[in-house]
Each structure stands twice: as structure tokens, then as C-alpha cells.
């Protein structure tokens, strides 16, 4: 899959993504559009996964832990090699979550997280991601922390 401009690359990459479901080879058509020495930093906890298979595994530990997670696209920037996406990703917390702390029981808390991730891609290839999100905001919608006080009128979701 030789796609031409960043833009284009990082949307399929999304696109690939909420075919979770339904695409049994959506792993796999990610990682045609990695390269071989991606470096994907979650810039929340400091975790990297390297490589394609790295790559891959993230992204499987997300949905496993999210099975009917989706990520809504709200604003894409890109230059000839790089990109920035600001998605929002949705899901319940049904599966077990692989964290650098342990795992987390499912809670089957529905959550909403605004992200934000920043690609380089070189020759048509996702080389470096970069994701940024509220840590703690998505601790506080699984009802792991307490809620803060006084945001902007928001409180976490509950079932």
C-alpha cells in the first residue's frame, strides 16, 4: 500500500483502526504503512514500542481492552513528512488493559478521551508517533482516581 502524502497516511491509519472489528487483516494493513524502525512514544507514561510488531501491539492492547473502541478524527495538520492528529477515542472499558503498572481489570466504564498523536513518516512510512492525552482524565472516567473538582462542568461517565 504506497500512499503519497501525510495527510492521506495517518487518516487510513485511523481509518484501519475503527475496522477493528470487522477487518480480521486490520494489523496487518497497519503495518504495511510502518516502518521496520518505528518508534511509538505514549508521552503519558514514557512507554515505547519499537518496530512494526511493537507498533502493532499497542494498538492491539488498545482494542482488547476497548473491543468496540473507535477514534473520531477532529482535526489533521500535515507537512510532506509530518502530521499531527487530534482525534477523539471512544469505547468501554470491557477487556483487561496492559499498562507498564499492571494490568487493568475491565471496570465496563464507557470513556471519551481527547488525543493527540504526531507522526514523521519517511518514504511513505509512519517512522516516529508521538500520543499525548489526559493520563489521569482517563483514570478518572474508569473510576480508578476520584474525580477532580471544578473542570469545565465535566464528570466522568458511569454505567
Not at 9 to 19: C, F
Request: with cysteine.
Amino acid at each position: 500500500m504506497v500512499i503519497h502524502d501525510a495527510a492521506t497516511l495517518v487518516r487510513t491509519l485511523y481509518s484501519l483502526y475503527n475496522a477493528h472489528q470487522t477487518d480480521a487483516d486490520w494489523l496487518d494493513k497497519i503495518s504495511m504503512l510502518v516502518s521496520e524502525n518505528c518508534e511509538a512514544l505514549n508521552a503519558s507514561t514514557g512507554h515505547i514500542c519499537r518496530g512494526k510488531e511493537g507498533f502493532k501491539q499497542c494498538l492491539l492492547n488498545w482494542s482488547i481492552a476497548f473491543p468496540e473502541s473507535s477514534n473520531e478524527i477532529t482535526n489533521v495538520v500535515a507537512t510532506n513528512d509530518q502530521a499531527a492528529v487530534e482525534f477523539i477515542s471512544r469505547g468501554t472499558h470491557s477487556g483487561v488493559l496492559h499498562t507498564l503498572k499492571g494490568d487493568i481489570q475491565p471496570t465496563n466504564r464507557k470513556i471519551e478521551l481527547r488525543c493527540c498523536d504526531v507522526y514523521r513518516i519517511s518514504n511513505n512510512e509512519i517512522v516516529t508517533q508521538h500520543s499525548y492525552y489526559d493520563a489521569l482524565g482517563l483514570r478518572e472516567q474508569l473510576g480508578l482516581t476520584p474525580a477532580r473538582q471544578g473542570q469545565r462542568g465535566e464528570s466522568p461517565q458511569q454505567e
